[in-house]
């Protein structure tokens, strides 16, 4: 499996994957939800990194029902990784990719 890394390039961009897994409720519904049953495990945080866990840079206390109902990495905590560190130019969140 691959292994997550955050990387700082010559260019100075630091690469951070998250992958977001949602499940239909029901196969005759079309609304999409953080995975929910028994096998889901750890996909049942929604936010992942590429090992398909909870991803490393959501913050430890927060609870997986907090985190299941964020609509974004960054509503996730997962930005306030960076918190004390600046940005030496311009900065953007994404593009993200679905």
């Known amino acids: 499996s691959p292994e997550q890394r955050a990387e700082e390039p010559e260019g100075g961009v630091t690469v951070v994957e998250v992958l977001e897994a949602q499940r239909r409720t029901t196969i005759f519904q079309k609304d999409w939800r953080a995975p929910f049953l028994p096998h889901d495990m ?22 997986m029902s907090v985190v299941s109902r964020a609509e974004t990495p960054t509503e996730a905590g997962i930005d306030r990784a960076f918190v004390g560190q600046e940005a030496l130019g311009e900065w953007q969140a994404g593009p993200w990719r679905y």
């Open 42 to 63: 750890q996909r049942r945080w929604r936010w992942l990194g590429p090992d398909m866990r909870r991803h490393p840079r959501v913050p430890a206390h927060w609870a």
